[in-house]
């Protein structure tokens, strides 16, 4: 038995050695060591055969290729698509060029994002946001109009807000290869490149909701939760029911006693393990529909669950006191983050603060 | 006089017909390398040649032929890219059109050379006209047994298909190519793998520009030897150069490599010197995507010798005082041109071609056409010349085609050697946007 083992490599990440099979990436090698080592990804899905490569948020530097050939590559690498090799040895975050490249990546993913976070429904969960705050500035450099596009309706259950949209492409392989008959892609080039269905059709077939799951941003969400309340103050639960097309392993978003969402159950790097069919995701919202199994223990590292947006990591500004001032809170329940259940170790906080919060002038 | 391969015979009538073209001594490469050489004796005579891609990269093209992955029972293609759709170059194109069996020699021998049994030449779609001339060429070849089933009685077989593109700047990118060729949309694949191991259909494949091609029956009849011989130090043989801009004699030449960079405009065999009565201010010496220069430094380098027309003497000094040979789109500024407003038209199509995959490119390009534009209509910012800067510099290298370093350098480039020149337009935004206006302060003009 032994001998049909893989030998496997060693690879070193920010100083931290990992033993992984041969074929694996350095994304999934640092994803083995763990969250504040891994690279992020806005484009790579593990689930999606060909995903990865485009956004080049995973750029990382490699400083000596292997034992072998211990030479440094040239460039920074997709660390999404790069195989490791024995001896390898990676910086990620120990080094400035990758930080200022990835510095640069935000800056050109928001040059055109129309930052409505306040009315997106996919703030709270979103990828990009997660990016930003950890190598974002909160000024732009860009003063030019952002760039627009005519809405396109493509269906009932789906909307495309294309403005959000970073064009990682996960949705068009999604379409590829869980649904059974490609429905959209991409339409134009460069920054007009759009995700639309060529001639305006709606998407409809018993899978395509999954694009909502994979989609990094706000650009592809659900209809049937629209405008019905913030990630944060909703409850993942998980349930499974017997469902004749998928496998009916989801979890619910409850509101009080409302199941107000249903989505696919996420790992935690946000990558749906399961795909589930459209009725499971929005037409099957009653309780009694499902067998409860409990509530969603994934610990995912967030804006949020990070606890980022604590309002005691900020010094209030004056019209911050005076709106507190005014303001006279209600008790509600819902105010509490039910993703902050699990918390994370305080290291991560004194990483992230004193770049996450700028000095007052 | 120098010596001159490809363009030997382009002016002898009726040199696009076959029977002409086998009249000036046409397709005995053929017959030589099918006849009396193995594929590996024509891949080392291209390696002793030591001819490099004519693309844009110059990679060795004996090497990349010898890169190629050889599995059994998997059929390997043979792709000629003639998608040549840099600003400022047009020398496929007037090779393809005036002497296209030249090509189609090129083609075969190759493709015997690799093994490929089937063989593609994708054309940018604009030119149609192009397209219907290579496609009676083949017809030709086909009719007279160099082409099809059992060429000339050896026992080798090969389909040559004319492909037309969609006429993307991006599918002129091989992998790109390569996708386009598939039917799908033309973006660049990551990579590894590359197109030797997996490249059209997942078989492996190998990319050449035209001129690279065909050079190769060249190199059949004289042995490799002979060519490498032509040309200094490793850039061997000859080069066709588009030529234009404000030159007496725009055109397209075919050079020795090596051959000094003022001789090459001053001379009355080439260019015939800058357009009468005005002054060098500076040169793109290698297409739109290579480091602008200006006028001194394109003439000598760094260290003051002559510059000379070959692929390490222009590179000489990296980005700082040399550019690039590229794919020999030489464009010739004098000091009516104004540099900020060509860096915007550059700017401007690298933003209309970026193919839209990966972010850097996709977002950045349009930003620093933007700002570029907004310079160049008067509305710039003090802080605007540094931030074009820091953009390209975030875009240099970190895209997965080379499109995104195709622009990020001619604005670096523009920037650090016509700073001045930008400055100006962000100080007299008035005076700089009257018609015609153009930087007068001091500069090298030669």
Not at chain 1, 280 to 296: A, L, M, Q, V, Y
Not at chain 1, 318 to 337: Q, V
Not at chain 2, 264 to 287: Q, S, T
Not at chain 2, 309 to 328: P, Q, R
Request: hydrophobic residues 35%; glycine residues 10%; charged residues 25%.
């Amino acid at each position: 038995m032994e001998d049909t083992k893989p030998q496997l490599l060693t690879v070193t990440i920010d100083g931290i050695a990992v033993e992984v099979e041969p074929g694996t990436t350095i994304l999934q090698a640092a994803r083995k060591i763990g969250p504040d080592v891994a690279p992020p990804a806005m484009c790579y899905y593990q689930p999606l055969k060909g995903s990865g490569g485009k956004c080049r948020a995973c750029l990382v530097r490699v400083a000596a290729g292997s034992a072998k050939d211990p030479r440094p590559m040239p460039k920074l690498v997709a660390s999404c698509l790069t195989a490791v090799q024995d001896g390898m040895v990676v910086e990620n975050t120990t080094n400035p060029q990758v930080i200022d490249a990835r510095n640069g990546i935000v800056e050109f993913l928001l040059l055109n994002h129309p930052l409505d976070c306040p009315v997106c429904d996919q703030a709270g969960e979103c990828d990009l946001q997660n990016f930003a705050f950890d190598h974002g500035k909160a000024t732009t450099r860009y003063e030019e109009d952002r760039r627009t596009f005519e809405k396109k309706d493509i269906g009932p259950y789906i909307q495309l807000h294309m403005t959000r949209c970073i064009l990682c492409y996960r949705c068009v392989y999604t379409a590829d290869q869980i649904t059974e008959k490609r429905v959209h892609g991409v339409l134009g080039r460069g920054d007009a490149s759009e995700i639309g269905t060529y001639i305006e059709k709606a998407i409809d077939n018993d899978f395509s909701g999954n694009v909502i799951d994979v989609c990094p941003v706000g650009a592809l969400t659900d209809k049937t939760y629209r405008f019905k309340n913030r990630v944060w103050f909703t409850k993942p639960v998980d349930a499974h029911r017997n469902c004749p097309t998928c496998s009916g392993k989801v979890t619910l978003w409850y509101r009080g006693d409302e199941v107000i969402r249903v989505t696919a159950r996420k790992n935690e790097w946000n990558e749906v393990t399961e795909f589930i069919c459209n009725t499971c995701r929005f037409e099957t919202k009653k309780t009694s529909d499902w067998i409860i199994e409990g509530p969603t223990k994934v610990s995912r590292s967030s804006v949020i669950s990070a606890n980022k947006y604590r309002a005691d990591l900020e010094k209030p500004s004056f019209g911050k006191r005076l709106a507190a001032a005014e303001y006279k809170p209600i008790h509600d329940e819902r105010d509490m983050s039910q993703l902050n259940i699990q918390q994370l170790p305080p290291e991560r906080f004194a990483k992230t603060l004193p770049s996450a919060v700028e000095p007052e002038p | 006089m120098t010596k001159k391969i490809l363009t030997e015979h382009i002016n002898v009538p009726g040199i696009d017909t076959f029977d002409v073209y086998r009249q000036q001594g046409g397709y005995t490469a053929v017959e030589k390398a099918l006849k009396t050489m193995t594929p590996d004796e024509i891949v080392e005579e291209v390696k002793k040649a030591g001819v490099r891609g004519r693309g844009g990269a110059g990679f060795p093209m004996g090497m990349k032929w010898s890169y190629l992955a050889k599995p059994e029972g998997v059929p390997r293609y043979l792709v000629c890219n003639a998608d040549e759709s840099e600003p400022g170059t047009f020398k496929d194109h007037y090779l393809m059109k005036h002497i296209p069996h030249l090509l189609i020699e090129g083609m075969i021998v190759s493709s015997f050379a690799l093994g490929a049994n089937k063989s593609f030449i994708y054309v940018r779609g604009e030119l149609m006209y192009v397209i219907r001339i290579l496609e009676k060429a083949i017809a030709e070849a086909k009719a007279k047994g160099f082409l099809g089933k059992n060429i000339l009685g050896s026992g080798y077989d090969l389909e040559l298909v004319v492909q037309p593109g969609g006429g993307a700047y991006i599918c002129g990118e091989e992998t790109a190519l390569l996708e386009s060729l598939e039917g799908k949309r033309g973006n660049p694949r990551n990579k590894p793998p590359f197109p030797a191991v997996k490249g059209l259909y997942q078989c492996p494949t190998v990319v050449n520009n035209v001129e690279s091609i065909a050079t190769t029956s060249w190199i059949i009849n004289n042995g490799g030897d002979a060519y490498a011989a032509i040309g200094v130090g490793r850039s061997t043989g000859t080069k066709l150069i588009s030529a234009s801009g404000h030159m007496r004699k725009p055109g397209v030449y075919e050079i020795e490599l090596g051959l000094p960079v003022e001789d090459f405009i001053y001379a009355d065999e080439w260019c015939g010197g800058i357009r009468p009565g005005h002054k060098f201010k500076a040169l793109v010496a290698g297409g739109s995507s290579v480091p602008i220069l200006p006028a001194n430094l394109a003439l000598t380098l760094a260290n003051g010798e002559k510059r000379l027309m070959s692929y390490e003497s222009l590179s000489d000094g990296g980005f700082a005082t040399g550019t690039m040979l590229g794919s020999g789109g030489f464009i010739l500024f004098d000091e009516t041109s104004c540099i900020v407003r060509n860096t915007w038209n550059f700017s401007r199509f690298y933003h209309h071609e970026s193919c839209g995959q990966c972010s850097p490119c996709r977002e950045g390009t349009g930003w620093m056409e933007k700002v570029l534009h907004r310079i160049e209509h008067g509305h710039g910012h003090q802080h605007d010349i540094d931030l074009l800067v820091d953009v390209s510099k975030k875009i240099e290298g970190n895209t997965i085609c080379p499109l995104g370093d195709a622009a990020a350098w001619p604005v670096a480039s523009a920037i650090r050697h016509f700073r001045d020149e930008f400055q100006w337009h962000i100080d007299h935004p008035t005076e700089a946007t009257q018609p015609g206006a153009v930087y007068r302060g001091e500069m090298a003009l030669v």
